[in-house]
């Protein structure tokens, strides 16, 4: 199923298929993936794909965010935490992170300084199929041994786990090429949402 869905986003994203040879990745990413289902992972972290084949973290990164390409792949999402109770909130959409409001306590904020936007991590969740098939096999094909983490990479607020909104959207664009347009259209609307408050 990945070896498709990857093939099908290769043949759709000329920048993912150029920066990231298709033989070289759909292994690691099939690897990674399972590993990390395995452990019981939903979400995937660049940082944890960095450091698991020695590839550079914002390599990484951009590499994830052209899968978001392919919703059939990963899906991103945003996390933020709330200011006033420290409840985590995983949001779907630009307009409910610009329009933020505490799922736990009701908190609202908007989204009005770019200090808001360093608060934000991407998150990258397995969709929800691919995860279904990735834990079927590994129920009939279970891995031998897994692959752990023994140091860590982190982002400049040192988070293994999430990208930083604004390092992510610095990577969308390299060298002129657009990896993937659904994270730059992403990152449009929030521009647009931010310049309206």
Do not use: H, W
């Not at 033989?23 to 590993?35: A, C, H, K, R």
């Not at 400049?156 to 930083?164: A, S, Y």
Request: glycine residues 2%; charged residues 30%; aromatic residues 12%.
């Amino acid at each position: 199923m990945l070896y498709k869905r990857l093939n099908a986003l290769y043949t759709e994203n000329e920048v993912i298929a150029e920066e990231f040879p298709f033989s070289e990745y759909f292994p690691l990413l099939q690897q990674f993936i399972s590993n990390e289902v395995e452990l019981g992972a939903e979400y995937l972290s660049p940082y944890r794909f960095a450091l698991s084949f020695s590839k550079p973290p914002k390599a990484a990164i951009r590499f994830f965010l052209g899968l978001t390409d392919s919703e059939e792949i990963l899906r991103q999402y945003y996390k933020y935490q709330c200011d006033e109770c420290d409840a985590i909130n995983i949001i779907k959409d630009e307009k409910a992170l610009v329009n933020f409001k505490c799922k736990r306590c009701g908190f609202e904020d908007y989204l009005e300084t770019s200090d808001y936007l360093s608060e934000v991590k991407l998150m990258f969740k397995i969709e929800d199929k691919l995860l279904e098939a990735v834990n079927d096999n590994l129920k009939i094909n279970p891995l031998s041994s897994i692959n752990t983490i023994s140091s860590a990479v982190t982002d400049e607020r040192g988070d293994l786990e999430n990208v930083n909104f604004n390092t992510a959207e610095e990577l969308i664009i390299k060298d002129g090429k657009m990896i993937s347009k659904v994270s730059f259209e992403r990152s449009k609307r929030i521009r647009k949402y931010r310049n309206l408050l």
